[in-house]
Nanobody
Framework: VQLQASGGGLVQAGGSLRLSCAVS????????AGWFRQAPGKEREFVAT????????YYADSVKGQFTISRDNAKNTVYLQINSLKPEDTAVYYC????????????????????WGQGTLVTVSS
């Protein structure tokens, strides 16, 4: 399984971005997916996760109401919509995936991830 993240860039505070993660190699609908981020000088942290059908999602408290995770299994792609960007959202954003035997399987931490994308940098200017 290979993951390719894209969509990052430089944006002003208050702006929006949509990150994409294209997944190839296996049946995408058999995998739960998620997004993590790593800010400069900090450890990687969980952001959001989505079940294999897209029917279940879960967010870190710090991004609830601001981030939206979604997926299109027909396009083998996971998305992360980020609104009202703040300078503290500056980080490298990574997508990840894990095999899921049911729709109740999510990914709440990086240890649960089996496959990782290369990361896409989001920089928010004040």
């Amino acid at each position: 399984v290979q993951l390719q993240a894209s969509g990052g860039g430089l944006v002003q505070a208050g702006g929006s971005l949509r990150l994409s993660c294209a997944v190839s190699g296996r049946t995408f609908s058999s995998y739960a997916a998620g997004w993590f981020r790593q800010a400069p000088g900090k450890e990687r942290e969980f952001v959001a996760t989505i079940s294999r059908s897209g029917g279940m999602t879960y967010y870190a408290d710090s991004v609830k109401g601001q981030f939206t995770i979604s997926r299109d299994n027909a396009k083998n792609t996971v998305y992360l919509q980020i609104n009202s960007l703040k300078p503290e959202d500056t980080a490298v954003y990574y997508c990840a995936a894990r095999p899921a035997i049911s729709d109740y399987v999510l990914m709440y931490n990086s240890e649960a991830a089996r496959y990782w994308g290369q990361g896409t940098l989001v920089t928010v200017s004040s």
